[in-house]
T-cell receptor, first 116, second 116 residues
Framework: AQSVTQPDIHITVSEGASLELRCNYS??????LFWYVQSPGQGLQLLLK??????LVQGIKGFEAEFKRSQSSFNLRKPSVHWSDAAEYFC??????????????FGKGTHLIIQP | GAGVSQSPSNKVTEKGKDVELRCDPI?????LYWYRQSLGQGLEFLIY????????KSGLPSDRFSAERTGGSVSTLTIQRTQQEDSAVYLC??????????????FGPGTRLTVL
């Protein structure tokens, strides 16, 4: 079964500083990878996704992520964070069978705190 | 267009009572998913529907949990004889779920269930 590890439970970053959130996955084949963000009391919003092709993917709100097969990683980055980026971030792996999408496997999440 | 909607947004119930949670997917989405988000377990996949059928029920925690979908649209997650450990946020997502397509799940705001 696939699994997703987000090693950092909490990360504190100063506003304007760069950000990297780590995600490692365990899966026997090439996974389909996602980053979602959840603000307090809100549902999950998709930031970006990787299916195939270019290993550096661009998402919304200035985020990007790089798929590294050799490291089984899909780390999320942003060059300069804003106070509004404070939220919970989830990395997820998808398995797609011939019948379409299956349930996603999520990491435990990383809580991002922005210092003024 | 309208996103995934869920009702009620909050539900407080007494232990032993049955509850029904409702999900309205995005129009045109054939696949629908239920997840549970709790402090101890993080985000867990429960069940997904392709049309009205549920190919994968392996994520349902116990036989007290059931789900149905009618008309390829609205879905209801039912929890019978609720227990305190059922307290969580129940999230619904939908996607196009076309065979061979690698599509994206869009999430609703969730239903917060509290079992007293």
């Amino acid at each position: 079964a696939q699994s997703v590890t987000q090693p950092d439970i909490h990360i504190t970053v100063s506003e304007g500083a760069s950000l990297e959130l780590r995600c490692n996955y365990s899966y026997g084949a090439t996974p389909y990878l996602f980053w979602y963000v959840q603000s307090p009391g809100q549902g999950l919003q998709l930031l970006l996704k990787y299916f195939s092709g270019d290993t550096l993917v661009q998402g919304i709100k200035g985020f990007e992520a790089e798929f590294k097969r050799s490291q089984s990683s899909f780390n999320l980055r942003k060059p300069s964070v804003h106070w509004s980026d404070a939220a919970e971030y989830f990395c997820a792996v998808g398995l797609y069978s011939g019948g379409g999408a299956d349930g996603l496997t999520f990491g435990k999440g990383t809580h991002l705190i922005i210092q003024p | 267009g309208a996103g995934v909607s869920q009702s009620p947004s909050n539900k407080v119930t007494e232990k032993g009572k049955d509850v029904e949670l409702r999900c309205d997917p995005i129009s045109g989405h054939t696949a629908l998913y239920w997840y549970r988000q709790s402090l101890g377990q993080g985000l867990e996949f429960l069940i997904y529907f392709q049309g009205n059928s549920a190919p994968d029920k392996s994520g349902l925690p116990s036989d007290r949990f059931s789900a149905e979908r009618t008309g390829g649209s609205v879905s209801t997650l039912t929890i019978q004889r609720t227990q305190q450990e059922d307290s969580a946020v129940y999230l619904c997502a939908s996607s196009y779920g076309l065979a061979g397509e690698r599509d994206t799940q869009y999430f609703g705001p969730g239903t917060r269930l509290t079992v007293l």
